[in-house]
């Protein structure tokens, strides 16, 4: 688990002046407050609610370079912090919900207080779609879930569903392998979206079946999941398929919505150029909230450390 020791929360209705403000705590905050901190910036973390971020929940990281054997996200997430703390950068447990970026120093609004920023570095990350079907809100933590590895275990020799076809959905499938006895994919299409080395795991596993060409129009259960209606997209026809669980990877929405009309968007995502600045000079974005492409947690860190080597030249430059 992360190491809350070095977090702090700061006092109700402080307010704070840093050179360096990072709204988020995933790889590409991180990322940034290790590159802030070693340029001396002093760099503030704002945790929001998921300290180290999506990548946090993900069982194993097999993609990110320097660990041969895969890496916890977990455990990636607390060597990011640690080694953003050694030099100086600090982690507090505070999540925004407003900015004003008219003028500088730029105003943050959090739940602990109120914070001026000479530089901010937005990486607010993104959050899991929902399907938006009657039953779904409701059975949440009753059966519905977004996250395997934190839910997984509660489904031991259980059946469970998986709706999705991208690259989480097939990770997340085999990751449940581990405990449910079976897992049927529900896809929308007959092709999945997921790279090639998923394909091959989810096809050759025996636990995994598939049902295409079909959605899940409603879940179903009183106290927990007892089963989902499907309906083909083809056909139309409708099933009630029995289930204990229902795991939900349709993909993700950016955390951006605080920032709409302040700085410039497309399709949800901050605009940032080639060295992450954004329309307003002195913020910077890195990972999900600007990255409708990649996705990935390497990116992510990168856009981070570049984000924060911005950020240092910016008031290098002021500074003469
Ligand atoms: P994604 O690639 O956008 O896939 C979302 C999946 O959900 C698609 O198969 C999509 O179907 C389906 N879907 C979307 N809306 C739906 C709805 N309302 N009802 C039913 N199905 C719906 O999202 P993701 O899998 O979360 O991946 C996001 C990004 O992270 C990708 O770039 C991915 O490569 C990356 N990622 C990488 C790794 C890795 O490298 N190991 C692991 C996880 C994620 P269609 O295919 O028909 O559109």
Redesign the pocket.
């Known amino acids: 688990m992360f190491n809350l020791s070095g977090i702090s929360a700061s006092s109700q209705n402080a307010q704070r002046h840093v050179k360096t403000l990072i709204l988020g705590a995933g790889p590409a905050g991180l990322s940034a407050a290790l590159y802030a901190a070693r340029a001396e910036l002093q760099p503030l973390v704002l945790t929001g609610t998921q300290l180290g971020g999506q990548a946090s929940l993900t069982h194993t990281i097999?993609?990110y370079p320097g660990f041969p054997d895969g890496v916890g996200g977990a455990e990636l997430g607390e060597l990011f912090q640690k080694q953003a703390e050694r030099f100086g950068a600090s982690v507090e447990f505070d999540t925004a919900h407003s900015v004003d970026l008219s003028q500088r120093p730029f105003r943050v609004s959090a739940d602990n207080g109120e914070y001026l920023a000479e530089t901010l570095i937005i990486a607010t990350g993104a959050s899991p779609?929902h399907?938006n079907v009657p039953g779904e809100a409701e059975l949440t933590g009753r059966g519905v879930s977004y996250c395997a590895t934190c839910d997984g275990w509660f489904f031991k020799d259980k059946e469970v569903v998986v709706?999705?076809?991208?690259?989480?959905?097939l990770?997340e499938a085999l990751f449940l392998t581990r405990f449910a006895s079976t897992v049927t994919i529900v896809?929308?299409?007959d092709t999945?979206?997921?790279?090639a080395i998923?394909q091959k795991r989810a096809f050759e596993n025996p636990k995994i079946k598939f049902v295409w060409n079909s959605?899940v129009t409603e879940v179903i259960g009183t106290e927990k999941v007892e089963a989902v209606r499907l309906k083909s997209v083809q056909t139309g026809e409708e099933q009630l398929f029995r289930t204990d669980g229902l795991f939900i990877?349709?993909?993700?929405t950016p955390n951006t919505q605080m920032f709409v009309g302040q700085l410039d968007m497309e399709g949800g995502y901050i605009k940032v150029d080639e060295r992450m600045r954004t329309s307003v000079p002195g913020v910077y974005a890195a990972g999900e909230a600007a990255d409708s492409h990649?996705?990935?947690v390497i990116v992510s860190a990168g856009m981070g450390a570049a984000a924060a080597i911005e950020a240092t030249r910016f008031l290098e430059a002021e500074s003469g």
């Open positions: 097999e993609n779609n399907l709706v999705g076809g991208g690259d989480s959905a990770e896809h929308r299409r999945l979206r997921a790279g998923l959605i990877f349709i993909g993700h990649f996705k990935q």
